[in-house]
């Protein structure tokens, strides 16, 4: 059971080979187990989780069951989930109980899936390496001396150390897709707009993107279907028909046209990396795909942009969190200044600090067009990018990181260092594609390295197809850390 | 020196929707604090704004009532500042791309009508509400208000006197309020002004510094302030000293204004378009469906009346004041047939009466149709100008028409030429001085003799009538 898939548990659950509550104890006990080494959950409350099973029991005895209802997964820690504390791995949100559901969690409500807690995260979705969460770095279950990536890297711990068999997640510039490929799991990213923002924690609203992480895409096929959908609480959720993300999965590959961008494979990725993706390139090809040579020319122009742009809309999403009326407080204070500046002193971090900063410099007067709207044009250009290259493939294909997951504390010193890291991420959140990590491999110390899937505009249901038939002929999915 | 004073007001409005701007919550005024505001009000992590386009709608109405350019793309905007009535740490606001601009409306001071120039009419999102008492040396935080939808109307500098600035914003006022897109409740803050007043010697071309007057919720305060603010600007100047651009506050307590934050203190607000909502696209069906829902607008009203019933453009002003009360003049012109003089009861006696008491048209007991009745018997000489008053006064305390009051009180005037006759023969022959002085050429003992026809007739006898019947007898 440790290694089922979620499609496996909807089957032994409908089967009744195995109640929800079973499942329930039974993960509720590994992650007791495992937690305390992997720190991959923020909160868990076996009381709350345990109801939640029963009830989904209950709905299955009378008849009511989806094919998800009792299915446990688990929360990234900044989706609001009513009665849990919805931290976003600040301390700024430490004594914060969320009174209402996001869209997601009102879904998975819906569906009857079981909450089995809430995974860490850097603090504000803000990082790649997990390392910037109040409540302590999160370890790679595959080498508790790496960084499991971010900032999902709790929900991506969790599922690569079977804790739970799948988790939400969300990608601003890559933090579903890095952590899924340092973790060796499979993560999806939406395109901008698929699924409902309503509820989940602003970092950069025109980035921020809910997605899932599964061992495999079929799993996270079934995910979307439950995530997915309009919401009129969220203006910039896509009013379209509701679709089954399953639908291609079986499809053949032949006839498929692989794009490789070529500046994805130019200075700077390991080749340790380049030999993972090009292996996967050949695996690929095997099933009857055919490789053409694309160009996105403004890649690199991609971090400086975001570096604007994220902070940008960061600073002024996280103004909110003044101490006036949740969150930390600061316990003294002289008058309403002192009050804000200790508060927001205490409660951030340092790499949400700096971002804020940037992002007030950025929207400045006198900097604002020099940086912001220039931005913003790059913006465009990249996007325009992905429009030029999928008029000749359906699918572009290359690494998600340029190298497998590094030493934790390695690059503390050096964020800029870190922000090169996110190269062939970034894009696909500044033009809103949707894109997806696929196991592809392992480095020569042992730890995971994905394959990074960029699919057309809602070309979810085309992309998830691809990585099951990757699935199909591969076993890197499959491979679970021995813990 | 001669100085010459520039004035240019950007006005807040209410909308009068039933939800906020950006969540459901109600917009009603007066609920216990905190209990009209939502979880989007509050800012809750993880809430996001939802347009309510019925804001939209209003601020269409108005673009077309100035004549001015609907943006039919318009973005939103966050306007960030920290203050604890702010929730989120920034107002959505509009900067760049507002959805009005352009425009005008036009003014009567005086006789002279001036037109004002309209800069842009912005959408945006009102603040909560600071509570600085009862709380012991704590300050609370109402967020009923927050949220509240506001179109924020700015004018060019146009405005060369503190009876202009005052005219530009009652007639603004009677346009939003004629529109029906703001309830106009000064009281309750629907309608906020601020004033940017700067003065320079009569000739120069260039502005001088200007300050502004913040939060004005009267046309009365609106006016002392800036009559204060102009003395004390003129007065600087002319001691040699300068004026730095600021804002100030006005007190209503002692008549005075005082610095509130000098331009250094000024923040960046570090505008940039909300990710959080889409660009505002207005089709050319939604213009076309509020432009055929414009009601005759003040302007063109104050026209129609001065043509088609004959009254002065003064006249016609006063009765498009409100639409409630350019309503109640044209069903009492059309029921009587008599506009001129009903222009003149709803101006004069009513007008007055209304002050005495501080309402509205609103308030005024008198239907249109009973002051029609009244008029009718004014027009067809069966009232004279005295026993109108009367029959006035009885209309304001009771609700009979005049015609019965007429009856009931015997105040018919008597227009019977023979009983007309009859009197004025009984005033010839009680009267032979007076008499005697007419013909020698005193015209005056005419009046003495009519008066006595007059009384004789306890003031029912038509006095023209009189006069004319008069002269003949006393002529033949």
Redesign the interface.
Known sequence: MINATLKALSQQLAAGAVSSEELARHYLDRIDALNPVLNAFITVDRDKTLLDARAADARRAAGNAGPLTGVPLAHKD???QQGWK?S?GSRM?DN?V???D?HVVEQCKAAGMVTLGRTNMDEFAMGSSNENSWYGPVKNPWDIQAIPGGSSGGSAAAVAARLTPVATATDTGGSIRQPASHCGVTGLKPTYGVVS??????F???LDQGGMMAQTAEDCALMLNVMAGFD?????SVERAAEDYARDLTRPLAGLKVGLPREYFAEGLSPEVARVVETAVAALKKQGAAVVDVSLPNTALSIPSYYVIAP??A??N???Y?G???GHRAAGYTD?IDM?EKTRAEGFGAEVKRRIMVG?YV???GY?DAY?IKAQKIRRLIANDFVEAFKSCDVILGPVAPTAAFDLGSMNNDPVEMYLSDIYTLSVNLAGLPGMSVPAGFAANGRPIGLQLIGNYFGEARLLNVAHQFQLATDWHTRAPAL | MKWEVVIGLEVHVQLSTVSKIFSGASTAFGAEPNTQACNVDLAYPGVLPVLNEAAVDKAIHLGLALGAKINQKNVFARKNYFYPDLPKGYQISQMDLPVVEGGQIAILVGDEEKIIRVTRAHMEEDAGKSLHEDFHGLSGIDLNRAGTPLLEIVSEPDMRSVDEAVAYAKALYTLVTWLGICDGNMQEGSFRMDVNVSVRPQGQEAFGTRREIKNLNSFRFLEQAAKYEIQWQIDTLEEGGKIQQATVLFDPDTGETRMMRSKEDAHDYRYFPDPDLLPVRISDAWIARAQSEMPELPGQMKARFAAEYGLSAYDAALLTASLAQARYFEAAAKASGQGKLVANWINGDIAARLNRDGGDILACPISPERLAGLVARIADNTLSSKLAKQVFEALWESDLSADAIIERDGLKQVSDVGAIEKMVEEAIAANPKAVEEFRSGKEKALNALAGQVMKASKGKANPAQVLEILKNKLAG
């Open positions: 900044l989706f609001c919805t976003c949100l914060f969320s009174p209402y996001a923002r309503y509820g989940m924690v602003a950069a609203s025109s009129k609480r969220d203006s910039t940008a809309e600073s002024s996280l103004s909110r003044d006036v009326r949740y309403l804000y007030t929207l400045s007067h604002y912001y």
